[in-house]
């Protein structure tokens, strides 16, 4: 497709859709005496969450107010994650239970979208087993939400819709967005990875990047509206570009962020290892606004398991680019994601994972058990490990992860750090402030600090961090 056409297809839904919302204002006008409430619920990562954030901009646009409480909305929405089965179980509990909001609520709409409800699996079972659910609509119609709700309205129909069309970035959605200073900012979706146990390119659909120069417009939007920090999200941010004629890697769009003007600091996930480039991490050394801190999922230390997991690297090569971040940035603090029971995995590999946490040293690990996901080559793969052996070894990690972060916290005892204040603290007049590495201070201030930037010197680790601000 043409960038024009691309453009102009964009252009079209974007108006088709804010058509439907007028349409669908003026039917809910009719059947409401007073302004609906719609509430939305956000299962798995950010970049979920990020597009909860437009589905709420449409739902505005529509003519809904949002509320935090599902009892009194009138609009009901689940956005879902099929990441794990615990994810997925999750969402069926919850949605059983509107079945008594509804029955108290008649007219109550209920809706469901996400990485979910695009398996057909799952869309034929909503709609065999939960009558109750008014509309569903997969990871890649999300934009068509207001002519769903009119199709809903206007037809009582009930609209199940989850097509797997791909290229579908349509920009200029509206956004309601969570909070004031800090703003997700999706640059691409999807992913062709195709870890074997992973069911996100599956309901994300193959990598698409969004035009550098929208993610640049949407920066400055974000930063003239006193947003301090973006992150920058998508399932492989280091393939940002790749297949586009516009020359624009990764490397490059973090530079083009960071040379925006403005008191502000950038975030990214998630970094693949295979593609984390040494111009990627002279790139973050250089940005003065990047933060020295680097979420690199090694998933496993095993060379055998990382093998059958198909990442694309093995454990000397995922230590040698640990090594050279560090080089490059001293100061960089590290995270990371582990799957723990990997089919076929046996203690003796698991116990290289431990090796490895050892090696790298992170300041944050996000650790799951291996969950079977249908339709990905892990879950034929042969699992002998019983769960409860799994999860034996699950905490022996957690503990080691444990004592690492522990002794990293100690050695920032002394050091002072501009922090971002987040939220308020646990006692009274306290504030929780966040470096750049990630780590979280308690200190003493005024909640006016929330939204802006200070300098605290970190004085105790006593299970967590405190601190006090310098002036
Ligand atoms: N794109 C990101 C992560 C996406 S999912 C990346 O590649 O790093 C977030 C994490 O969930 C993964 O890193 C992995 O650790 C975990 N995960 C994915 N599928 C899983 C499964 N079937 N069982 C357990 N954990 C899983
Ligand atoms: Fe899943 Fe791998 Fe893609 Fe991450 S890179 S989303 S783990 S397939
Ligand atoms: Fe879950 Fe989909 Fe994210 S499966 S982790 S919400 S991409």
């Known amino acids: 497709m043409t960038e024009t056409t691309k453009q ?99 007219g109550m709409i209920v809706a469901l979208c996400g990485c979910m409800t695009q398996q057909p699996t799952v869309a034929d079972k909503i709609k065999r087993s939960y009558p109750y659910v008014d509309i569903l609509f997969g990871t890649h119609v999300r934009h068509r939400l207001p002519e769903f709700i009119y199709r809903h309205l206007a037809f009582q129909e009930r609209v199940f819709e989850n097509s797997d069309s791909n290229n579908d970035i349509v920009e200029g959605l509206p956004v309601v967005r969570d909070g004031t200073f800090k703003a997700w900012l999706p640059i691409m979706h999807g992913c062709n990875n195709f870890c074997t146990y992973c069911i996100v390119p599956y309901v994300r659909g193959r990598e698409y990047s969004r035009e550098p120069e929208a993610v ?29 004629d516009h020359g624009v890697n990764f490397a490059k769009l973090l530079r083009m962020v960071n040379d925006l003007e403005g008191d502000f600091r950038i975030r990214f996930m998630t970094s693949h290892p295979k593609d984390c480039t040494e111009e990627l991490l002279h790139t973050m050394a250089e940005c003065d606004k990047v933060c020295l801190n680097l979420h690199l999922p090694v998933q496993a230390g095993s060379d055998i398991t990382l093998r059958r997991m198909n990442r694309h690297y093995n454990s000397q090569e995922y230590l040698k680019l640990v090594k050279t971040a560090r080089e490059i940035m001293p100061d960089i603090q590290l995270s990371s994601d582990i799957i723990v029971g990997f089919p076929g995995e046996t203690y003796k590999d698991f116990k290289c994972t431990l090796d490895l946490i050892e090696q790298v040293r992170y300041y944050s690990l996000y650790t799951f058990i291996y969950s079977p996901r249908k339709g990905t080559p892990a879950a034929e793969m042969p699992d002998e490990i019983s769960y409860k052996e799994k999860s034996k070894w699950f905490t022996e990690l957690l503990e080691r992860q444990e004592q690492i972060s522990h002794k990293i916290n100690e050695s920032l005892v002394g050091k002072t750090f501009k922090v971002l204040c987040e939220e308020k603290g646990r006692e009274d007049g306290h504030i929780i402030g966040r470096t750049e590495g990630n780590a979280v201070i308690d200190f003493c201030g005024d909640e006016s600090l929330i939204g802006t930037f200070t300098s605290v010197q970190i004085i105790e680790f006593d299970g967590s961090l405190k601190g006090i601000k310098k002036y």
């Open 8 to 106: 102009s297809a964009n252009t079209d839904c974007l108006q088709e859709q804010l058509g439907y919302t007028e349409r669908v204002k003026k039917l809910i006008s009719k059947r409401y005496a007073q302004q609906p409430l719609a509430f939305v619920h956000t299962y798995g990562c950010q970049q979920n969450v990020s597009d909860s954030e437009k589905i709420k901009g449409l739902l505005v646009s529509c003519g809904y107010e949002m509320t935090d409480s599902s009892d009194d909305a009138d609009f009901v929405l689940f956005n879902t994650c099929a990441v794990r089965e615990n994810a997925e179980d999750r969402v069926y509990g919850h949605v059983g239970q509107l079945k008594h909001n509804k029955r108290k609520k008649p």
């Open 216 to 244: 640049i417009e949407e920066a400055k939007q974000l930063i003239a509206s006193g947003v301090k920090e973006i992150m920058l999200l998508g399932q492989n941010v280091n393939s940002y570009g790749k297949g586009a």
